[in-house]
C-alpha cells in the first residue's frame, strides 16, 4: 500500500512558478513509476509527467513541455512538480499517481495509487 500526499499548490499570477510535491509512504517508493495528472473544473482529468523509477526517463503532455519538469528524489520518497511560466489555462486540481508496474505514463487507468490533490490557480 502507498499514502501519496501533493503539497505546493496555490494561487500564482500567470509567468510565476510554483513547486508541487507529492510524499509518498512506504519503503517501496524505489520500485514506482511516477506521474502528474490535472483535472480543472468540467474536464476530464488528464496526464501531466511521469517519471520512471530511476528517474532515467522522463514524459510530457505537450501542453507542458518546456515549461514543467517532473523529478523524484528516491531517498525522501518525494516527486516534484516544478512549474515555470504558468498560464490561466495550467488551473486546475493537481494530483501525483504512483504505478507498481511500468504503466503506459498518460494512462489514468494504468496507475495503482493517487492522491487528494492539491489546487493551483494561476490569475491572468
Known amino acids: 500500500q502507498v499514502q501519496l500526499v501533493e503539497s505546493g499548490g496555490g494561487l500564482v499570477q500567470a509567468g510565476g512558478s510554483l513547486r508541487l510535491s507529492c510524499a509518498a509512504s512506504?519503503?517501496?517508493?524505489?520500485?514506482?513509476?511516477m506521474g502528474w495528472f490535472r483535472q480543472a473544473p468540467g474536464k476530464e482529468r488528464e496526464f501531466v509527467a511521469g517519471?520512471?523509477?530511476?528517474?532515467?526517463?522522463?514524459y510530457y503532455a505537450d501542453s507542458v513541455k518546456g515549461r514543467f519538469t517532473i523529478s523524484r528524489d528516491n531517498a525522501k520518497n518525494t516527486v516534484y512538480l516544478q512549474m515555470n511560466s504558468l498560464k490561466p489555462e495550467d488551473t486546475a486540481v493537481y494530483y501525483c499517481a504512483a504505478a507498481y508496474r511500468n504503466p503506459r505514463f498518460n494512462i489514468r487507468n494504468d496507475y495503482d495509487y493517487w492522491g487528494h490533490g492539491t489546487q493551483v490557480t494561476v490569475s491572468s
Open positions: 517519471i520512471n523509477w530511476s528517474g532515467g526517463s522522463l
Open positions: 512506504g519503503r517501496t517508493f524505489s520500485t514506482y513509476a
